[in-house]
């Protein structure tokens, strides 16, 4: 049931121009997504919240928008080239690779799966009384099953932590885990893959002509720090924040644009105090949760999850998890990434990347807190929140099926539709063009005029258009339109000039900024 919705959104998202595989035309480059002319005015819409919630609505976070090819020597700094490895199985039999880690958390996922079952199974017998937290606390099967997953969580971090591959092999063995595929449990050893993706630069061959296309986005903006704080006289506190390219070559591409090889980032770095660290962790842990709850994501669907394997740069992350089709799964990472970056830029390329602190007289290298978002998984996230069937009233009062992208208004592709009663009566075309003429300098607005007005109204709901304006007879006479509503179906007649300022005060960003002031 679940899977289904999953399966209903890449084919939604396909059939209504929102998202397409790269290069099908030659069967598909795997874990590689082209966005189509919906997909990309509601991939640009989120970059832009995103970026104004940073940039506009903090005095002191700035912009930048840095090359993807960086100085090789960058990736040596960062760690990247040492550290930034997925462990890697192979099944002898099948020839399958696999992502040794990702074996062992599916395996957790299906003992999660017994302990849900057990919780739904109690709650149909005790009915209203159920106490769940009571029942999962005290419960021997679901205790036991927990304690399982605890070993081995253990087990696999201290396998990862201390780089001894070889005991995560064995704990796969251990729990009898077979190819997914096969079948087969004939394993070779576990090994480390590097997931950079490499190019040669035209005229240096050789390593030192080796360069990486950029795995986060956050190094171009570490390698600007004294650049952007001097130009922009910058007081620490203060972050510089970007959206752009990263490519991961990963080994388990799968679940649409959750895991691509190339996608994109929003990434904003926080450059604070060292010793200030954790109270800017915990107020930018709090603020983007305030950010993905302003569009009305529900309570339930949203989650904190500590890491308990920390990234080669971290001394503290958590990532923010939306519960998509396929289970509460990472949307968002915040990290306090101490002084790694700034110390080992400085380091390698002999400048001092550091800050004088006229407060307390000092210089020192800043510490970083780091917000960082997938603007793909985030797409995946609104399309989730806004998949929605449901039957309604159609156009002469039958009830009917549709299907609808409750999107948030100001997040949506097209904000207004306007529909000519009929298309056949050329005062009605005329009126109908003349009315989108003036909305299309102000909002994102269609004109409409093929098939009957009930058909018009569906397509316009499965892209999530907000309003649909009706240009009908009574038009003529009184300059009057009627305006559908997308969610309510509610129907208000107004003033042609009226339209501008009442679709612009519900569907601008700023009704979203406005909710994220303290
Ligand atoms: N600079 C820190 C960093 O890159 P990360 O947790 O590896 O941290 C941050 O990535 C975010 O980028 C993730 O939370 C996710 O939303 C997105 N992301 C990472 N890998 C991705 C992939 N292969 N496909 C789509 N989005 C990805």
């Known amino acids: 049931m679940i899977q289904d919705l999953f399966k209903k959104i890449v084919s939604h998202s396909k059939k209504y121009g929102f998202i397409f595989q790269s290069s099908e035309i030659y069967d598909g480059l795997s874990a590689v997504y082209d966005y189509g002319p919906y997909g990309v005015e ?61 074996l062992v958390e599916d395996y957790i996922a ?65 729990l009898g885990i077979a190819d997914p595929v096969s079948g087969s449990k004939n394993w070779t050893d576990v090994r480390q893959f590097n997931l950079m993706f490499n190019t040669q630069l035209g005229n240096i061959s050789g390593e030192e002509g080796k360069l990486y296309l950029r795995p986060e986005t956050a190094q171009g903006i570490f390698v600007n720090f004294l650049n952007v704080q001097k130009t922009t006289r910058q007081k620490i506190p203060f972050g510089i924040a970007q959206i752009g390219k990263a490519f991961r070559n990963e080994i388990v591409a799968r679940q649409f644009i959750f895991r691509m090889r190339e996608f994109e980032q929003m990434e904003m770095q926080y450059f604070v105090r060292p010793g200030e660290e954790m109270k800017w962790y915990d107020y930018w842990k709090t603020q983007r949760m305030k950010w993905h709850k302003s569009l009305g994501t529900d309570d339930s669907k949203l989650r904190y999850h500590d890491h308990d394997n920390l990234a080669h740069y971290a001394n503290a992350a958590v990532d923010i998890e939306f519960e998509f089709p396929f289970g509460f799964k990472e949307l968002e990472g915040i990290h306090s990434r101490t002084d790694f970056d700034l110390k080992s830029h400085s380091e390698l390329s002999g400048k001092k990347l550091q800050y004088f602190d006229p407060e307390i007289n000092e210089n020192y290298i800043p510490y970083v807190v780091e917000t960082s978002i997938g603007v793909d998984r985030m797409f995946l996230a609104v399309m989730t929140n806004a998949y929605t069937e449901e039957i309604v009233p159609d156009a002469s009062g039958n009830e009917s099926e549709r299907v609808v992208l409750k999107i948030p208004a100001a997040l949506a592709p097209i904000k207004a539709t306007v529909l000519p009663l009929v298309k056949n009566k050329e005062e009605l075309t005329d009126k109908a063009k003349e009315v989108f003429n003036k909305l299309k300098p102000f909002v994102n607005t269609q004109y409409d005029e093929k098939d009957a007005i009930g058909r018009r109204y569906r397509r316009q709901d499965a892209i999530g258009t907000p309003y649909c304006i009706t240009v009908d007879f009574d038009t003529l006479e009184n300059d009057t339109v009627t305006v559908r509503e997308r969610d309510s179906l509610k129907q208000d007649r107004m003033h042609i000039d009226e339209l501008v300022p009442y679709i612009q005060k519900h569907t601008d960003l700023s009704s979203l900024l406005s909710k994220l002031t303290d």
């Open 110 to 174: 299906k003992i999660e799966a017994k302990i849900n079952k057990e919780v739904t199974k109690a709650k149909k017998r005790f009915g209203e009384d159920f106490d769940e937290i009571h029942f999962r606390a005290t419960n021997q099967r679901v205790l036991n099953n927990i304690k399982k997953i605890e070993d081995i969580n253990t087990k696999m971090s201290n396998a990862l932590n201390t780089g001894k591959l070889e005991n995560l092999k064995l704990l796969i063995e251990e």
């Open 42 to 102: 509601l991939k640009n819409n989120i970059k832009e919240y995103w970026f104004k919630s940073m940039v506009r609505m903090h005095g002191n976070i700035v912009g930048i928008d840095s090359a993807i090819f960086m100085h090789p020597k960058t990736w040596k700094a960062s760690g990247h080239v040492d550290a930034f490895n997925d462990p890697l199985i192979d099944n002898k039999d099948s020839k399958k690779r696999y992502r040794a880690d990702v």
